[in-house]
């Protein structure tokens, strides 16, 4: 890291504190932190906090507080949906990028920064590529091709106007998968080998030399046993070594962040722990998709404030522990939460046995809940010696 790099972040950072430090005072009344976004906020550690964006949601005439929330709130916007090939190409060779391309005017409307998601996934695929493969009228030849022109036309496309690409996503399997050993997982790893990973960061840099180039997982938050073969943060780990080694251009870590009140979960200084050790490689961190579910039995569905409160605090908690570490770590670039209100959220139409939701930081009337002021009052009792600004590498080569 050059010394010029870290200057110019650190005084960004300072004019952005002293500015929020000194606004003048309103009708006598002294500058109050708790009236700015969480977005506001976070620039005062130079730190981007973001939420990913449902297009329908967005424009939809009859729920306007989406949209003002989604322009205001954050500095960061990520494509929860349009930004994938099966949204993209539903049609082989023909592109429809008119909802990806709403997003990036949204955002330059209102000087956001953009999460690009994703280039690679095994998971929503075009129908037309997936049934190629298995029917046998794509070969692997032509599916390593056909990968690298779907890289090079949508990287290229966005050149400029994406901040971060998670390029390749969740390629590593779980303990509980079979078999129970971690390996590379998914279509693309069964179908052109682990090399595709490696293959996917250098198509990607080949198109757009300036955007950070991320890896992306869930269960990454903090590290188990250290053993590669059941500890997923140490395979990740091992994987983006390996790939440093290679020359290949890979520049952060994208740690997911879907967390549930009924599991053990991590403390703040777990998860600091491991941003700092991916920090070691000369990386980038994030958290990128941010959401703390519940399950809803009965009596939660029923009101029951008994068994309602106990899983919004210990929501709370595990949105602070992650802000916390991010915040203790210079690396850790962003912040995004995956959906802001419980009324668009995804978790209810995929956990729905048993049934969970409340995942989110903003109710379904959006009302801010004790997780969201929580996020904020981290933010705003932040600060140094412990947060320094962020040290943002340059685009590796």
């Known amino acids: 890291m050059k010394l010029r790099q870290w200057t110019t972040v650190g005084v960004v950072a300072v004019l952005t504190v002293a500015a929020l430090n000194t606004v003048p005072a309103t009708a006598g009344r002294p500058y109050d932190p708790t009236a700015q976004s969480l977005g506001a906020l976070g620039l005062r550690h130079g730190l981007q906090v973001g939420t990913a964006v449902n297009m329908d949601a967005l424009n939809d005439a009859g729920d306007p507080q989406y949209r003002a929330l989604a322009s205001s709130e954050f500095t960061s916007v990520t494509a929860e949906n ?10 082989r060779g023909t592109y429809d990028w008119a909802a990806a391309d709403q997003l990036i005017d949204f955002a330059k409307r209102n000087r956001q920064s953009v999460r690009g998601h994703v280039l690679v996934w095994h998971n929503q695929l075009p129908a037309w590529l997936t049934s190629g493969v298995a029917d046998g009228s794509i070969n692997k030849q032509e599916l390593r091709e056909l990968l690298r022109k779907h890289i090079t036309t949508v990287a290229n496309r966005y050149k400029g106007k994406i901040w971060q690409w998670d390029v390749v996503n969740e390629a590593v399997s779980d303990p509980w998968d079979t078999p129970s050993t971690l390996h590379y997982k998914g279509f693309w790893a069964e179908n052109l080998g682990p090399g595709y990973i490696a293959d996917a960061f250098r198509w990607a840099r080949a198109a757009d030399p300036k955007a ?12 188990g046993s250290g053993n590669p073969a059941d500890d997923k943060t140490q395979f990740v780990y091992e994987m983006t070594r390996g790939l440093r080694a290679q020359g290949v251009p890979i520049d952060g870590v994208g740690s997911q962040g879907h967390l549930g009140t009924q599991y053990g979960n991590f403390d703040t200084l777990q998860v600091t722990a491991a941003l700092k050790k991916f920090s070691g490689l000369g990386v980038a961190t994030a958290f990128t998709e941010v959401d703390v579910r519940s399950q809803m039995t009965a009596g939660v569905q029923a009101g029951n404030a008994e068994e309602i409160n106990p899983r919004l605090q210990a929501s709370a908690a595990n949105f602070s522990v992650l802000m916390k570490a ?12 995956w959906g802001f209100s419980d009324r668009h959220s995804w978790v209810p139409d995929w956990f729905d046995d048993p049934p969970e939701g409340l995942a989110t930081i903003y109710d379904e009337n959006y009302q801010p809940k004790r997780a969201y002021q929580e996020l904020k009052s981290d933010l705003i009792l932040a600060g140094p010696p412990y947060v320094q600004p962020r040290s943002t590498p340059r685009p590796r080569r």
């Open 82 to 91: 349009v930004m994938k090939w099966e949204v993209l190409e539903p049609t």
């Open 212 to 223: 950070l180039l991320f890896y992306n997982d869930y269960n990454i938050e903090a590290f």
């Open 326 to 337: 991010c915040l203790a770590v210079r690396s850790c670039l962003s912040y995004t939460v």
